[in-house]
């Protein structure tokens, strides 16, 4: 069985591929967050604490919300 390897044990290209792509979770999840905060309840499909919930399934919840979520202006 491999040994697991620390953070700081990982070469430097996958050090920035996790940190890439943690970033982009915590943004998009931010977004999703910010626009479900202050969008109007009639402005949302489905109930807003649902989607905040779905929110932090990992890349899918945002992008979700983002996508379907929202009703259009």
Same mark, same amino acid.
């Given at each position: 069985?491999?040994? /697991? @390897?620390?953070?700081?044990? =990982?070469?430097?290209?996958? /050090?920035?591929? !996790? !940190?890439?792509?943690?970033?982009?979770?915590?943004?998009?999840?931010? $977004?999703?967050?910010?626009? =479900?905060?202050?969008?109007?309840?009639?402005?949302?499909?489905?109930? @807003?604490?649902?989607?905040?919930?779905?929110?932090? $399934?990992?890349?899918?919840?945002? $992008?979700?919300? =983002?996508?379907?979520?929202?009703? @259009?202006?």
């Amino acid at each position: 069985m491999a040994q /697991r @390897k620390r953070f700081n044990q =990982l070469p430097p290209r996958s /050090r920035a591929l !996790i !940190i890439v792509g943690a970033t982009v979770q915590i943004v998009l999840q931010g $977004i999703a967050l910010r626009d =479900l905060k202050n969008r109007p309840v009639d402005q949302v499909n489905g109930p @807003k604490k649902a989607w905040a919930a779905a929110s932090f $399934i990992n890349y899918f919840g945002p $992008i979700a919300y =983002l996508a379907v979520g929202r009703k @259009k202006k």
